[in-house]
């Protein structure tokens, strides 16, 4: 989001229609994948891909940011990661420690909601960095899906997309670090002033 742009409360919005298509896809995802249809498989993880990026360039440029896509498109990617993850460790495409690891981040944010919202906070703001690793890992599902063809075109997925897997794993906990700390912040200046104030009652 561009520094000072308005964030609206609107529902019907392009960018909006952009992430519901995203989520839509998800479930076709998984009927594609547990029947073995993988180059349909493959289209729809790329066109995923694709409109992940396409609703954060709308939203800028047609100055339609809203609270609701703010909530909407990282929903919209934890549960494609969440999904095709599964749908790959159920193919053995991937190991099942693939699926703990990043699971685990992202039950250890939602265990923060309350928290927040105990003190009067809503979810935090999706950081570049966190977006980086979405970006890294929804680029790495295609390639590894793709590394179970063989030959070359097999051998070569198979090694840029396990490097893409690492990043993006790297990258999704650096950014749950740096979610935590955010939380802990908004937490400790939340319960300053009322810390203060008892110390000034003693």
């Not at 964030?7 to 994948?33: E, G, Y």
């Not at 909407?72 to 549960?79: F, G, I, N, Q, Y």
């Not at 966190?130 to 295609?142: C, D, E, I, Q």
């Not at 802990?184 to 000034?200: I, N, Q």
Request: some cysteine.
């Amino acid at each position: 989001m561009q520094e000072g742009q308005e964030i609206s409360s609107r529902v019907f919005t392009i960018p909006n229609l952009v992430s519901l298509l995203r989520l839509a896809l998800v479930p076709v995802f998984a009927v594609l994948i547990v029947v073995g249809e993988d180059v349909w498989a493959l289209g729809v993880l790329a066109f995923s891909g694709f409109t992940d990026w396409l609703d954060g360039v709308l939203a800028r440029r047609l100055h339609q940011v809203t609270r609701l896509g703010q909530m909407l498109d990282p929903a919209a990617d934890r549960l494609f990661i969440f999904v095709t993850l599964a749908g790959l460790a159920w193919r053995d495409v991937v190991p099942l420690w693939l699926l703990v690891v990043i699971v685990a981040r992202d039950v250890l944010l939602l265990c923060l909601l309350p928290v927040l919202a105990r003190h009067g906070y809503g979810p935090l703001p999706v950081s570049f960095v966190g977006k980086a690793g979405t970006f890294a890992l929804l680029y790495a599902f295609p390639l590894l899906l793709l590394a179970t063809m063989p030959g070359a075109v097999g051998a070569v997925a198979h090694v840029v997309g396990w490097a893409f897997t690492w990043w993006g794993v790297g990258l999704y906990w650096v950014a749950g670090v740096q979610y935590l700390r955010q939380a802990r912040a908004l937490v400790a200046a939340s319960a300053g002033p009322a810390v203060e104030g008892t110390e000034g009652e003693a």
